[in-house]
């Protein structure tokens, strides 16, 4: 009973997470131009298009990734037509990526995803241009889809070390950077990597630079969002005692 109902919890927490993590732009008329782009933020209201283009703003983390997702109404009143969606840099520039129409896509859809620069750290000003076809209303939604693990263990004179192991769900190749924190915050190292179509790698903690340590580790992928499931598991060669702590989505609270 307790497993079933520990099922069912952890099921709805889930689905939970999933519709906290969107951001919504906000509606506004007066963005049509780049010069005149609408503030935009993780939780705000959601925005449509119609027959036309609409440009959004964002302040995104150092070191993250997101997905810029464009799509048409959904239910028995869609309609046809399709979405567009570029992302630009501050000066209007267009950002260069390599994913965010994995499968499954929606008729009409379109996404864009990017991995934010880890330096310098702070808050990286990235826009989103959402392009609505003739007599079709568009909507955008944007999500972090960075994973975080909260620990590993490395200790060489003991055989213990930290296997990252991450797997693609689509089945389209994808890149994926895994990034090693040390306890302070700091980058230990990173290796960014080609994962094929409902394929897996495994990257560990001492390839990427830890010495007898422990830290955490983040992943961060240009593909859509649940494109990624990962878990870390920390193992001794020597004694065989191993533990995990499995990789997950942040969470963001919305506003209304």
Same mark, same amino acid.
């Given at each position: ?70 799509? #048409? /109404?959904?239910?028995?009143? @869609?309609?046809? =037509? ?7 840099? !501050?000066?209007?520039? %267009? ?92 980058? #230990? /190292?990173?290796?960014?990597? @080609?994962?094929? =179509? ?7 903690? !001492?390839?990427?630079? %830890? ?46």
């Amino acid at each position: 009973m307790m497993k079933r109902n520990c099922i069912r919890t952890c099921t709805a927490a889930m689905s939970a997470m999933a519709l906290m993590s969107l951001t919504y732009a906000p509606t506004s008329t007066a963005n049509t131009t780049f010069a005149t782009r609408a503030n935009s933020a993780v939780g705000s209201q959601s925005a449509a298009v119609s027959g036309g283009t609409r440009y959004f703003s964002y302040q995104f983390t150092s070191g993250r990734s997101y997905h810029a997702y464009g799509y #048409i /109404g959904y239910g028995p009143d @869609s309609q046809g =037509g399709s979405c567009s969606v570029t992302i630009l840099d !501050s000066t209007g520039a %267009a950002v260069a990526n390599n994913g965010g129409d994995e499968e499954p896509l929606d008729p009409g859809a379109d996404g864009d995803g990017f991995v934010v620069p880890t330096a310098p750290a702070g808050f990286f000003e990235y826009n989103v241009q959402l392009t609505a076809g003739t007599a079709t209303t568009c909507f955008l939604r944007v999500v972090e889809t960075t994973l975080f693990s909260p620990w590993f263990f490395r200790d060489a004179p003991n055989g213990y070390d930290g296997f990252a192991e991450v797997h693609n769900n689509s089945r389209n190749t994808i890149s994926a950077t895994v990034t090693a924190f040390a306890p302070n915050g700091t980058i #230990i /190292g990173a290796s960014t990597q @080609s994962i094929p =179509g409902n394929g897996t790698i495994f990257v560990t903690a !001492s390839s990427l630079g %830890a010495a007898n340590t422990f830290g955490s580790m983040t992943i961060t992928t240009p593909a859509k969002p649940g494109s990624i499931s990962a878990n870390m598991t920390t193992i001794s060669s020597t004694t065989g005692l191993s533990f995990d702590s499995p990789f997950t989505p942040r969470e963001l609270v919305p506003r209304y």
